[in-house]
């Protein structure tokens, strides 16, 4: 199925406390080397056709201004499966 | 005067709303998320609960409502809007109101009843209270950590739009203690605390005088009503 993946995730400076819970949850799981995670989101956007250039800026428009707050998060990327 | 109040699926506090108005002296107006009709409000409110579940984000989903699209466009001439709780959000996501709201610092939902301070009380919500009034009105809330970056902290202060301040305690690690805000105009108000919750003597927060007599939260609707007389 066609689809645009835009990737989502908290911005650098702000706490993430469930990637930190996470984290601490692996180190106590015995991976020491893991020094941090992070935790962001993956949306998918699906198509029952080819998806088109219009339809990849339209994305990035709504990952700005919609499925992202900019206050809060960054996108990180916007792919395309077709 | 009709003050409309919007609920979404998952609005929890629009009954309580109404009823504020009710005891206020205004008269409800009860609208839906779906229809873009505003009924010929003269002010709304925007209700506390979790609008769609908090999906993708509180208060983003709830931002791109027919309805919320009427409120924006109405808003940015002059109309009167008071955001409480998830409505404070929905206002932050209609960029309506600059900055976001996060998870509160100590990851905890926190219930408490919560002493403010007003800074600012040339707003349509506030015009009753005094200057650095300290009043308490109920808080509830998991995600009410208000940020914004250091130019808009900035501009807030100088602009004189943070309304009210917590006091003797930051509940949930918003910037510069920053309970509400207004926009530039101040007819847009929004709050993480409750004021529709005290409103009626022996259902509001307790005060020095007697248990749960605390109505700070009724001024709010009554400056409402103050503010659509003068205007």
């Known amino acids: 199925m066609p689809k645009i993946i835009v990737e989502i995730m908290p911005k650098q400076d702000l706490l993430d406390p469930q990637g930190k819970a ?56 916007v792919t395309v499966e077709n | 005067m009709r003050i409309g109040v ?19 002296g205004g008269t409800p107006v009860p609208l839906w ?6 009924k010929k409000v003269d002010a709304v409110v925007l209700p506390g609960g979790f609008s769609y579940g ?22 940015q001439q002059g109309l009167p809007v008071l955001g409480i709780c998830n409505g404070f959000q929905v206002l932050v996501e209609s960029h309506l109101l600059p900055g976001g709201l996060i998870r509160n ?4 939902f926190i219930c408490r009843d919560q002493k403010l301070r007003v800074e600012n009380n ?37 602009e004189n739009r943070v309304v009210f301040r917590y006091l003797e305690l930051n509940p949930n690690g918003s910037m510069n203690d920053i309970a509400g805000l207004t926009n530039e105009r101040g007819n847009v108000v929004g709050l993480m605390p409750h004021p529709e919750h005290a409103v009626e003597p022996g259902f509001g927060p307790d005060t020095a005088v007697a248990t ?20």
């Open chain 2, 54 to 75: 908090d999906y993708l984000r509180c208060g983003a989903i709830a931002a791109k409502a027919p309805a919320t699209k009427e409120v924006i466009k109405k808003a």
């Open chain 2, 33 to 38: 998320h779906a229809d873009d009709d505003l």
């Open chain 1, 22 to 77: 996470v984290a601490n949850a692996l180190v106590r799981g015995g991976n020491k080397d893991i020094s941090g995670v992070r935790i962001g989101k993956r949306i998918e956007l699906h198509f029952d056709r080819e998806v088109t250039e219009q339809d990849i800026e339209e994305a990035k428009k709504q990952a700005k201004e919609f499925l992202s707050n900019d206050v809060i998060e960054d996108v990180v990327a």
């Open chain 2, 6 to 24: 919007i609920t979404y699926p998952g609005t929890l506090d629009d009954r309580d709303a109404q009823r504020a108005i009710r005891l206020a």
């Open chain 2, 122 to 158: 040339q707003t349509a919500w506030t015009n009753l209270f005094e200057k650095d009034e300290e009043i308490i009105i109920p808080l509830k809330n998991g995600e009410g950590g208000y940020i914004a970056t250091d130019d808009t902290i900035k501009m807030l202060e100088e």
């Open chain 2, 212 to 231: 749960r007599s605390g109505i700070d939260g009724l001024k709010f609707f009554q400056s409402a009503l103050k503010a659509l007389v003068n205007s």
């Open chain 2, 105 to 108: 610092e100590h990851q905890h």
